[in-house]
Structure formats: C-alpha cells, structure tokens
C-alpha cells in the first residue's frame, strides 16, 4: 500500500507541485545565508568565486512544476551577492546544457559532468586571478 502511495504521488509529482511549490530553503532565506557567508568571506580578504547553481535536464525539470524558475531566482540571488560584495559569478550554465548525459540521477553530476565542471573552473580562475 505505502509504495502504491509513493508511486502515485512521484509519477503525479508535476501535478501536486504546481498546487503546492516545494523549496527546502525559502528564497529569503537563501538570500539571508549568501549575504552571511559573503559578509564573512569579504572579512577575510579572500578571493571568491560563486558558482551557479546548474539547471538540472528536462527529464528532471518536467517532474517538479516550477523548477526552473526556482533555479533561475536563486542564482538570480547569487549573481546579485557576486555583483555587490565584487566577487566573481561562474555561470556554469554557460558549458552545462539541460543535458542528461552529465547526470546519472538528473540532479548531481557524474564523472564526465565534474570534468567539465573543473575545467571550466579552472579556466574561471585563470581569468580571474
């Protein structure tokens, strides 16, 4: 019965999610932590690079109503942080398309994913610093 339940709630997740958008950290929240961690950062005179967060594939995106804008408002919030505390913003969108061949569970990179990620960063870094 409990699996038939969670079945029937993931399968119809896109459904249930546009009636009720589900976030773990509201956005004024997020924006409170980055501001907090960039204020202490800055203290230090460290040099920072804040990274995006990477638009999950379609497959993913199509499951959760909402999810792209949720991720394009939070890195939103991000550019804004890198933009008033003079850090540096890596779109990581920029190299990492909607493309599912980069995560083998449509969220977290796999191997050839964090390689392209490094390389990209590397780069970043080398431009920057």
């Known amino acids: 019965m409990r699996n038939g339940v969670i079945h029937f709630f993931s399968k ?21 932590n980055v501001w907090r961690v960039c ?3 800055q203290q230090t005179g460290s040099k920072v690079i804040i990274l995006g967060i ?3 594939p379609v497959s993913v995106l199509n499951r959760s109503y909402g999810f792209d804008d949720n991720v ?8 804004n942080a890198s933009k008033e505390f003079q850090f540096e913003f890596a779109d990581v969108n920029k190299i990492i398309s909607n493309d599912s061949d980069l ?16 390389s990209y960063l590397l780069e970043v870094i080398q431009n920057c610093f």
């Open 39 to 41: 204020r202490a950062a």
């Open 54 to 56: 990477i638009m999950p």
């Open 72 to 79: 394009n408002e939070y890195n939103k919030i991000l550019f």
């Open 12 to 32: 119809n997740r896109s459904f249930f999610t546009k009636h009720r958008n589900i976030v773990y950290v509201e956005k004024d929240e997020f924006a409170r």
């Open 103 to 118: 995560c083998d569970d449509g969220i977290h990179l796999n191997k050839y994913g964090n390689e392209l990620l490094a």
